[in-house]
């Protein structure tokens, strides 16, 4: 048992205890006028141990397997007061309830067939989703599709491996299948393992964010810029270099996206010892972003700190962005990169090519599809990778002409692999792991 809602004040509060002694606990501590009826709130007397009111509330049961956790289950909504809640978790403690684990009613869900691996991580997804976008992405997981999708998978591997199977097993009796007719079903398997990786990707950036950092020479106008992507005076502005000593990080959302923001100390050769700390905050910074945003005064000629910057980070997924172009465009007419963003922190559409130049570097610019489900967790990336290479050492082998154990082996692979992904073959480790992030009374 546990309390469902969040501590503190509030409108109600929420008691949800589950497991086969709830018809007992429900006679003992829930006083109505009318029998509990299955999935029917009824209001309700809350009782303690020595029969005491508690107080009054709404009661509503649900009967196995009919339930979230697939078990009986009761659910009390009092009165929000911290007082009264610790009280009537009191009362089922006294009479034989114990406090449920983190994520243990969606844990005991999963035991019970309610839902798969999938969809029980999407229930803490679902909790933590900070964006509007990330919580329909959460709740498109919730629904189970994946597992479904995966499911279909296995099962025409599970096809596959039976005919190799025989043909192995019994070659005088069962005559080899056709190589090119097997390679043509398994290669539309592949292409789907591939989507599930890219719609994956785009799904950890829903949840998780684009990290961009912000560099640039001192006084190429990166705070101000942070201010006006923010819409709020976030950061000091200043014409004295070295104003910025150290990271400051705000968030954004861009086409569903959330993207934060780092603002950075302006990196030159030659700085003294304070504003050197900054700028070593600011090569961690480049170092951790997945995209870095260069600011360059575009007004002025390429100076030797703008030079070098522009040349590190050539290799990276970076924006280049000339600013001050209201006053003049002599770096961006001098670096020539057809590219960059030329243009001024306080003309909008400016703000609105940088936001889709991180679109179009962060993710490729794609729409993305929220509705549709997509891989979450770490062990699932690593299930559809694994089954994905070993899929393809099977097609290749199947082409080139290697014996049929090679490409059997493989396909076994990942038919093995795939079940990680929502099917109840994850090693308890890995389970501990899913649960662990949820909260008391979910």
Known sequence: MAIATPPGKGAIAIVRVSGPDVPELSRRLVRAKHPLRARVATRATILDDRDEALDEALAIRFRAPGSYTGEEMLEVQIHGSPVVAREVVRAFLACGARLAAPGEFTRRAFLNGKMDLHAASAVADVIEAETRAAARAALANLGGSLGTTVRTIRSELAQQLEELAAAIDFPDEVPE??????????????ETLGRLQRDGE?????????????????NAGKSSLLNALVGADRAIVSETPGTTRDTIEESIVVQGVPVRLVDTAGIRAHADRLEGLGIERTERALE????????????????ADARSLLAR??????????????????????????DAVVGSVRDPSTLQSLRCAVARIGWGGEQIDLARPHLAALHEFE????????????????????PLDFAATDLQRAFSALGHVS???????MIDGIFSRFCIGK
């Open 383 to 402: 299930a559809v990778n694994a089954a994905s290479g070993a899929l393809a050492r099977a097609c290749t082998a199947l082409r080139t002409g290697e």
């Open 177 to 190: 299948p056709d190589r090119g007719m097997l390679r043509e079903r398994l290669e539309p398997l592949l």
């Open 313 to 338: 980070t050539r290799a990276e997924d970076r924006i280049v962005f000339f600013n001050k172009a209201d006053v003049a465009t002599i770096a961006a007419r001098e670096y020539g990169d057809p």
């Open 202 to 218: 785009i799904g950890r950036l829903v949840r998780e964010g684009l990290r961009v950092a912000i560099v640039g020479p001192p």
């Open 423 to 429: 099917e109840q073959v994850g090693a308890e480790e």
């Open 288 to 303: 951790a972003a997945r995209v870095a945003l260069l600011v360059i005064d575009g007004s002025e000629r390429l100076g």
